[in-house]
């Protein structure tokens, strides 16, 4: 009983934090399957975004909802603003040299957007108030904290209007057809330039998120994005790169292993055996768990 | 020598070969052809176990060689050279033969790391084979040269001389001709001969004719991956059924039915067979094209001119540079030299999404659907550039009296339709976007014959309604019985121009195809 | 031309590396002093602290007219937290600026990594990392300003015990250096009163969710959880421990109750009992003025990495007094039997190079941290 | 000059030239600042060889160069405090133990696709060592460290000085580039090429992609060990927050700054990610923003690296000579 309650609980950590894995690995699935490149510096994208939310809320500083939710948006927009940019600037340039050219772009990127954060706010962070209830709740035998099941909440929300964007609007099914068929999309006189920008920033805009989601849990610094990041990638592998919902999946998935292995395994090598595990699947399936075809080689 | 024994491929629905069976003898030349899509290339791959067949067993020198890698393949004797050349760019031309050269020799890391006489000397061995392959096939001058910085028939050579390394008892040439003009063709065909007279079976795929009648022994003609014919050039050149498989069959020259009633829904006052209108102004115009692909000269000097409601067909063989001028009318190639010009204007160099803004809309080869779109959503792309809602959903309209089929699978994915359903949506998203003139690329090919009499009657029944279009065919027989005007294209020229039944009866045809 | 502009660029590169890097700067007037610490990457924070710290020293100095009318020169070099990098920047003070002193790296590893080249240069250092093994590697140029883990966990140990009559104690630390030896400390200590720590979790510096762990030790269900590593880190540990319902009293080592720490917890580290060096709260009038003018500065309160490059400078300033010169040897020997009264307490360094003996303990009162002694 | 004739000379030459300009400047400066840059330069230079033979010649994006450089160091660290082996036997003995994980991570970067997929492979492979480092403790001392490893000696007499350790790094530097210079001019070498040119065309003339892929891998491998123990050594204190991801990407961007496929190339690289970040000392607190931009530039504008700036001064001042010969 004991340990079902444990087990349950780790799940749902895992999930809350998974969830935001998975919008990362959204973002990069996206970008790929859309735009056929990899941005290297998406921690960057996902850090900007509280910490443009947060200069916003202290400038408009009364705490109010409303304050609240421009500042977010504001952020999801700074980011999908530095994810072009970065697209623009640094891996549309270095693309056309090869993949590992955008890897070193990219690179480069992040440790300029890194340091420029700390010239502005510094390195010592700075603390995001929490606009959702920390406040632990009992359902049945298990502990729950609020702000997980919102970050949950508002990612499958996220994930629902990508799903609704990409299905319904004329400009969502070009920026698939787009995916599929670049050239013949160019026939149907869809542009490219505007589909791949539109691409970059609705992923930007999904990381962006992410970091504004786990802002309130953390604590916010120029180096926050890091290990998110990797995380994402890794999820975004472990789903099959470029497809949609394997990244979620990956997303979840990753989450839970990683505090399955910590809470029975031991949290010292939580890391470890998430990588060995990461190794084995993609030994058994090498394109990932749902491969994205060879089409879709990355 | 070489014996495949009733081997079958198959890519998940599509059967690439249906239990074909091949015995090639010591030192013979043997050719392998067949229309586009027919699994030569397939057949290939088989052979040098880049797949492994569905069933059925590949022997070499009396050895079942089935199921192994394809490196040891080339160890065990067999060379091969590639469709679409696959050289080491970023090598040089010598380096590219002597990796090949050191086929049957160890890689010892310290041997090599320290340069123990023994390998200095088993080295000097191999740029010497390396060496004597490039002047056999007559490129040694450029040893120094980057590989990429060849002339694309030096690269063919190249790819040849690299096979020829790893000392082959028999070598697979993949339309090594394609893309090289008649003189280069003629030092192909000799330098072909001396490789077999040194001793050496070939195996050749070709398109064209005359370089396939001037070499081989026997050829196999292989038809949507069954085996129809073996025999001397000359007895498959006149055998009914090869000619059938190249230039289309002849019931397709019986009229389609229904064809009537698709017209009156399209709305348009005249029957579909009445005559053409008469032409108005001048739709469509090249001038003096000239049409590149690296640095191969697919397009020579083509001029024409396609009125306004004109429904034009240009056949030819696979090679032929047909699809080369659909894409450069459409923008996607830009041509090297001429002009292009649509209703007056000139669009020579256009970026692809402005010209279709234009109306001048092109149906790719191969359908270009998107799979995992909907049907609905597929044909919506077809309408991207439109605003007007009403006009949009009158052509959808349209677009289901005349392909009701699509109506039927509205809903599912445009990758689970059939060829021919496919090929359909393909022309119905192409008539969304409202074109002044429609540009069709091979809608025939892999379909079944039935199916090829749908397609092209619903095609002559959307010219019937007033629509000026360009297609583009192999299947000659087919193209010809629908279209008014018909050019016959061969290897980047235009070489007969007439009105579709004259052309249809002109011997030349025939020679374009299969040679004289 | 794009090739001409491309040629004059690499030659420019290459003379201005042979140029900048083989030259020595010309002598001042001034006595240099260098600072290392990580000022870029992870780490950031630690060498933004002690960079307030010591330029504040600095500038008091040579505002009141210097050392016997010699003025003292800061120099800044950033470590990356990465050994080599800080012996790359330890060689340019040393070789390049010619300083009198280092104090730095604020971390262990990059410290241990430079000591060889100190016993090679001959200079004093001033190393703020608390890793026992620096002052174990018989260099008679160290000394270290922060008391080392052992003496800050060992007296943390006695007095959760002795004064808080705890025993039930869960310890909870990074699988960083700080961290395992902060636990082991702690472990060794309790030892000695013959009580075994109920379990001992860890976590990987950066880990931003620690539910897992957390369940395993609210299992357990102790009446104190010491929490060790960074920051940020222990900061989040709180707010997620709390938000899980474990009810434990909260015990750190320095750094807990730093804002940043705070400012993660978000309130989850009120009452949290700690022990360090530097207690701003500390009624010492010295430590008051230096809180006070330091709060005017920088518009936060100072931790103990502050008052550690505060201390630093003042201990070189005095050393270069007594010395009478800030040669090497005279500032070592100087060094080695001052008796400077800084706001960590009063220094007095033993033969291997340990500067201070005995801890402060406070508690965080209202988000303040103050000092703290039981019973009151 | 024609450019041909200019790479020709880069590749057959050049390497030397390099290690030559560089090795005589203690000769000249004996600051010890600059001594230890070189000293460092020198040991990336055999890490930026080993990445440029898995990377640049045989085309596997490997981000893992960082685990078997951790290898090599604590191999070596570890036999020389705890069993007393001596330098000379721990160097090779570190550098075998790299190669084996180099078969071991070489194995499954067959089986997964390349790109994306092989980075994240190696990037686990490098992450599950650095966590078997901190955690490990009985054996590596976890997070503390190693400290106190012995330096090197020599007929009895001890390595000590920057100038004598910036002659025994650069000592191996001219075997790893004598070795690698060899290697890619030779069949292993050429079928690297050809693995990383074309696979389809590769297996088609006898190339067994499996063997030459792990061979790879294995040979990197090992002179990232072989760099690993000299930095051990050097630096005599070794914790695992050196091997971190970070590592892994700088000897990445070694070989793209540089040139990739070419061994002038790397050790171009080498030195000069060696030498530029203590150069942008001089920007203070704008340091890591300039060497971002400088990395973003350099990728952008520079494909074939610093290298290239070197052929095209080359040929500038080839011009220039040809010019001034031939005006009347």
């Not at chain 1, 996206?30 to 975004?49: D, H, K």
């Not at chain 3, 950033?78 to 010619?98: E, M, T």
């Not at chain 4, 040119?197 to 040979?219: D, M, P």
């Not at chain 4, 927050?241 to 061994?263: A, K, R």
Request: hydrophobic share 45%.
């Amino acid at each position: 009983m004991d340990h079902a309650v444990t087990l349950v609980e780790l799940v749902m950590g895992g999930l809350a934090i998974g969830s935001v894995y998975s919008l990362v690995a959204l973002a990069h699935s996206l970008i790929w399957s859309g735009v056929r490149v990899v941005n290297f510096a998406q921690g960057e994208v996902f850090m900007s975004a509280p910490f443009i939310a947060l200069t916003v809320l202290m400038g408009s500083n009364l705490l109010s909802k409303q304050s609240f939710v421009i500042s977010i948006l504001a952020g999801v927009g700074a980011a999908s603003l530095v994810g072009l940019a970065l697209y623009l600037g640094v891996i549309a340039p270095t693309a056309k040299h090869g993949f590992l050219y955008v890897i070193a772009g990219c690179v480069g990127g992040s440790v300029l957007i890194q340091n420029i954060a700390i010239l502005i706010w510094g390195s010592t962070g700075v603390q995001f108030p929490s606009f959702l209830s920390t406040e632990p709740i009992k359902i049945g035998p298990f502990l729950l904290v609020p702000q997980d099941l919102w970050i949950m909440a508002i990612s499958l929300v996220a994930m629902g209007a990508l799903y609704l964007f990409l299905a319904k609007t004329r400009i969502g099914t070009a920026m698939r057809a787009a995916a599929q068929n670049r050239s013949v999309a160019g026939l149907m006189g869809i542009s490219h330039s505007l589909t791949d920008s539109l691409t970059i920033m609705v992923a930007s805009s999904l990381a962006g998120l992410a970091g504004v989601l786990l802002a309130p849990k953390f604590y916010v610094t120029p180096q926050m994005g890091t290990i998110i990041s990797s995380k994402g990638f890794s999820a975004a592998v472990l789903g099959g790169f470029g497809n949609i919902p394997g990244a979620v999946i990956g997303g979840l998935l990753l989450g839970v292993l990683e505090n399955l292995s910590a809470g029975f395994i031991s949290s010292e090598y939580k890391d470890a055996t998430a990588f060995i595990l990461m190794i084995f699947i993609l030994m058994a399936r090498p394109g990932g768990i749902f491969d994205a075809g060879k089409g879709r080689r990355a | 020598m070489l014996s495949v024994s009733s081997v079958t491929k198959k890519f998940g629905g599509l059967v690439a070969l249906n239990n074909v069976d091949l015995k090639v003898e010591q030192g013979e030349i043997r050719g392998l052809i067949g229309p586009n899509g027919s699994g030569k290339t397939t057949l290939f791959n088989v052979i040098t176990c880049y797949e492994q067949a569905t069933s059925g067993s590949v022997s070499f020198r009396g050895r079942d060689v089935t199921g192994c890698a394809p490196y040891q393949i080339s160890r065990a004797g067999v060379a091969r050279t590639f469709q679409h050349i696959e050289l080491f760019k970023g090598m040089t031309v010598l380096d590219n033969v002597l990796t090949a050269a050191q086929c049957h020799s160890k890689a010892r890391l310290g041997g090599v790391t320290f340069g123990f006489p023994l390998v200095r000397r088993e080295d000097a061995r191999l740029k010497d084979i390396a060496l004597q392959q490039l002047e056999f096939v007559g490129i040694a001058q450029y040893k120094e040269e980057p590989a990429h910085s060849l002339a694309y028939g030096l690269q063919r050579r190249l790819e040849i001389a690299r096979a020829l390394a790893t000392q082959p008892a028999l070598l697979l040439l993949d339309e090594p001709a394609a893309g090289m003009n008649p003189t280069e063709k003629q030092q192909l065909i000799q330098l072909i001969k001396r490789i077999s007279e040194s001793g050496i079976t070939v195996i050749i795929i070709e398109h064209d004719m005359r370089v396939v009648s001037d070499l081989v022994d026997r050829t196999t003609v292989l038809d949507s991956g069954v085996k129809i014919c073996e025999g001397t050039p000359a007895e498959v050149q006149n055998d009914a059924a090869v000619i059938a498989a190249y230039l289309g069959k002849d019931d397709l020259a019986t009229k389609p039915t229904g064809a009537v009633s698709i017209a009156g829904v399209v709305g348009d006052s005249k029957g579909p067979f009445s005559p053409s209108p008469q032409p108005r102004t001048c739709a469509l115009a090249l001038k003096l094209i000239n049409s590149f692909y690296g640095n191969v000269r697919v397009l020579k000097d083509i001029s024409f001119s396609l009125q306004e409601g004109e429904f034009v067909a240009v056949i030819g063989a696979n090679g032929a540079g047909k699809t080369t001028l659909l894409k450069t009318i459409s923008g996607m190639l830009a041509p090297r030299s001429g002009h292009v010009t649509y209703l007056g204007e000139e669009i020579t160099g256009m970026r692809s999404d402005r010209i279709v803004a234009r109306g001048l809309v092109y149906v790719p080869e191969g359908r270009g659907i998107f799979p995992a779109l909907t049907v609905l959503e597929n044909l919506m792309m077809g309408a991207f550039l439109r605003k007007n809602r009403t006009e949009i959903n009158h052509d959808l309209e349209k677009v289901f009296t005349i392909f009701p089929r699509l109506k039927e699978r509205i809903r599912q994915a445009g990758g689970s339709l059939s060829g021919g359903e496919q090929q359909m949506l393909a022309i119905g998203r192409a008539v969304m976007s409202k074109p002044k003139v429609l540009l069709l690329d091979e809608p025939s090919m892999g379909l079944s014959p039935k199916l090829v009499v749908e397609v092209l009657s619903t095609v002559k029944s959307l010219h019937g309604a007033g629509q000026t279009i360009l297609l583009v065919e192999q299947n000659a027989k087919a193209a010809l019985s629908v279209a008014e005007r018909g050019f016959v294209l061969e290897v980047g020229q235009l070489v007969l121009e007439g009105a579709a039944g004259e052309v249809l009866g002109d011997p030349s045809v025939k020679t374009a195809y299969l040679g004289g | 031309m794009r090739m001409k502009t491309r040629t004059i660029a690499l030659l420019g590169l290459v003379v201005a590396m042979m140029g900048y890097l083989a030259t020595n700067a010309a002598h001042a007037d001034e006595v240099k002093i260098g600072a290392i610490a990580a000022r870029t990457g992870d780490n950031a924070a630690l060498g933004e602290w002690q960079r307030n710290g010591a330029k504040m020293a600095v500038d008091e100095i040579n505002a009141s007219g210097g050392i016997n009318g010699t003025k003292l020169e800061l120099v800044l070099e950033d470590s990356q937290g990465v050994p080599a990098q800080a012996v790359a920047a330890l060689n340019k003070l040393i070789y390049r600026d010619h300083v009198a002193a280092v104090i730095g790296d604020a971390q262990s590893s990059p410290c241990l990594a430079m000591l060889p080249v100190i016993a090679r240069a001959q200079i004093p250092i001033l190393p703020q990392g608390t890793n026992v093994a620096i002052t174990e590697q018989k260099n008679a140029w160290v000394f270290r300003t922060r008391a080392n883990d052992a003496i800050k966990f060992g007296s943390l140990g006695d007095f959760l015990f002795a004064k808080m009559k705890y025993t039930k104690i869960a310890v909870f630390h990074d699988s960083a250096d700080y961290g395992l030896g902060g636990s082991k400390a702690i472990q060794a200590a309790l030892d000695h009163k013959g009580i075994r720590i109920l379990t001992d979790e860890s976590w990987t510096p950066g880990d931003k969710d620690f539910s897992s762990q957390l369940i395993n030790i609210k299992k357990l269900n102790p009446q104190a959880l010491v929490i060790v590593g960074p920051m940020v880190d222990m900061g989040l540990i709180m707010k997620q421990a709390r938000q899980m319902g474990i009810k434990a009293q909260f015990v750190g080592g320095a750094g807990i109750e730093s804002d940043t720490t705070q400012g993660a917890a978000g309130g989850a580290a009120e009452g949290v009992i700690f022990a360090a060096g530097f207690i701003p709260a500390n009624p010492n009038p010295k430590v008051q003025a230096f809180v006070k003018k330091y709060e005017q500065l920088y518009k936060s309160t100072p931790n103990d990495f502050a008052a550690t490059g505060y201390d630093s400078i003042y201990l070189l300033a005095d050393a270069i007094k007594n010395g009478g010169k800030a040669k090497p040897q005279a500032l070592r020997d100087a060094l080695r039997s001052s008796k400077y009264a800084g706001v960590q307490g009063t220094f007095n360094f033993d033969a291997a190079g340990e500067g201070l003996h005995e801890m402060q303990f406070g508690k965080v009162v209202n988000k303040v941290p103050t000092s703290f002694t039981p019973g009151k | 000059m024609t450019l041909k004739a200019t790479h020709a000379l880069y590749t057959n030459y050049c390497s030397y030239c390099f290690l030559a300009v560089i090795m005589v400047v203690p000769l000249v400066f004996t600051n010890p600042y600059f001594s230890h840059i070189l000293i460092l330069g020198g040991i990336y230079i055999i890490l930026a060889l080993g990445q440029n033979i898995v990377t640049g010649y045989c085309g596997q994006i490997h981000l893992g160069m960082a685990g078997f450089y951790a290898i090599g160091s604590y191999t070596s660290a570890i036999l020389c405090t705890r069993l007393g082996v001596s330098f000379w036997l721990a160097l090779p003995l570190s550098a075998a133990a790299a190669a084996i994980a180099g078969i071991v991570v070489g194995l499954p970067a067959l089986k997964v696709r390349g790109g994306v997929y092989l980075v994240l492979v190696t990037v686990s492979f490098a992450g599950i060592i650095q966590v078997i480092l901190n955690q490990w403790v009985s054996l590596t001392k976890g997070p503390m460290g190693i400290v106190g490893i012995p330096a090197p000696r020599i007929a009895g007499f001890e390595i000590s000085s920057l100038v004598q350790w910036f002659y025994l790094t650069y000592f191996f530097v001219v075997l790893v580039t004598l070795f690698s210079t060899r290697l890619v001019h030779s069949r292993i070498g050429r079928s690297f090429v050809a693995v990383r040119e074309s696979e389809t065309s590769a297996q088609s003339i006898g190339i067994n992609l499996a063997f030459y892929k792990v061979l790879a891998f294995l040979i990197s491998a090992a002179l990232a060990g072989l760099a690993g123990a000299i930095y051990a050594h050097y630096m005599t204190t070794i914790s695992p927050d050196v091997y971190g991801f970070n590592l892994s990407v700088l000897v990445l961007m070694m070989i793209v700054v540089g040139g990739i496929s070419s061994i002038p190339g790397s050790i171009l690289g080498g030195v000069t990610l060696a030498i530029v970040p203590e150069l942008l000392r001089a920007f203070g607190s704008f340091q890591m923003i300039v060497y971002g931009l400088g990395i973003i530039l350099s990728t952008i504008f520079l494909p074939s690296g610093l290298l290239a700036l070197g052929v095209n001064s080359i040929q500038f001042f080839g011009n220039k000579l040809s010019q001034k010969t031939s005006a009347p």
